[in-house]
C-alpha cells in the first residue's frame, strides 16, 4: 500500500499530457499489486492465490519498468527512482517469500 501511495505522489508531478499515458500505467500497475493479492487471498483454492499473486508480481515488473521510463523522460529524479525501485524490491521480495511459503503448502 505504501508502494501505491508513493506512486501517486510521485506521479503527481508528471507533465499534464501524460495522465492519460505514463501516469495513468503507472498508477494502474501499482494499485494491481495489492488489489491482485488481496483477491487471491479471497479465493477459496490455493491454486486460485499463486496464480493471483503471480499476476501481483507480473504488475510489480511492469511497475519497475514504468519507473525506470519515467526516469529516462526526466518525469522523476533520482531520489524518487530509487525510494520507487527500493519499495518495489521489498515488495518483490515479501511476495516471492509468500509463493515460496505457499507452494511449500501445496
Request: net charge positive.
Amino acid at each position: 500500500m505504501d508502494l501505491v501511495a508513493d506512486t501517486y505522489k510521485m506521479s503527481k508531478r508528471f507533465p499534464k499530457d501524460e495522465l492519460y499515458g505514463l501516469t495513468s500505467q503507472l498508477r494502474r500497475a501499482a494499485v494491481s499489486v495489492p488489489s491482485n493479492i488481496a483477491e487471491g487471498h479471497g479465493r477459496k483454492h490455493l491454486g486460485e492465490y499463486l496464480h493471483h499473486l503471480s499476476i501481483a508480481n507480473g504488475s510489480l515488473m511492469e511497475l519497475e519498468t514504468q519507473v525506470q521510463i519515467a526516469f529516462r523522460l526526466e518525469y522523476l529524479n533520482a531520489e524518487d527512482q530509487d525510494v520507487l525501485l527500493h519499495r518495489t524490491a521489498d515488495v518483490g521480495r515479501m511476495l516471492a517469500g509468500l509463493i515460496s511459503s505457499l507452494r511449500r503448502r501445496r
